[in-house]
């Protein structure tokens, strides 16, 4: 298992969409749940939603319930975050990592693989 590798971030108005998406080329990843966490400028880093390497099972933080859906597509090794309605308090960098034992775990120790992050704006 590689580092994974985030894309899709950017400079939005608020209330637009925007779909993050977490790769990784290597050829265990559907064995693995994947986690998108997010750190915004001087707070600790959150996490915002998880699935399991089945897609079957997922978890959300309270604050992106109902706006942010997690998918993923095992045939392109890939995850995806779409996040809707995006407020300017979900402005952070966010980045996806990687959990061999998925148990629905919050917690950043319970993940790794962690890639660099991609940067969301989102201007209000």
């Known amino acids: 298992q590689g580092q994974l590798v985030e894309l899709g971030g950017g400079l939005v108005q608020d209330g637009d969409s925007l779909r993050l998406s977490c790769e990784d080329p290597?050829?265990?990843?559907?064995?693995?749940?994947i986690g998108w966490f997010r750190q915004a400028p001087g707070k600790e880093r959150e996490f915002v939603a998880s699935i399991s390497w089945s897609g079957n099972t997922w978890y959300y933080a309270d604050a992106v319930k109902g706006r942010f859906t997690i998918s993923r597509d095992n045939d392109k090794n890939t995850v995806y975050l779409q996040m809707n309605r995006l407020t300017a308090e979900d402005t952070a960098v966010y980045y996806c990592a990687a959990a061999g034992y998925y148990t629905g775990s919050q917690l950043t120790s319970s993940f790794d693989n962690w890639g660099q992050g991609t940067q969301v704006t989102v201007s209000s």
């Open positions: 290597g050829r265990f990843f559907r064995s693995y749940a």
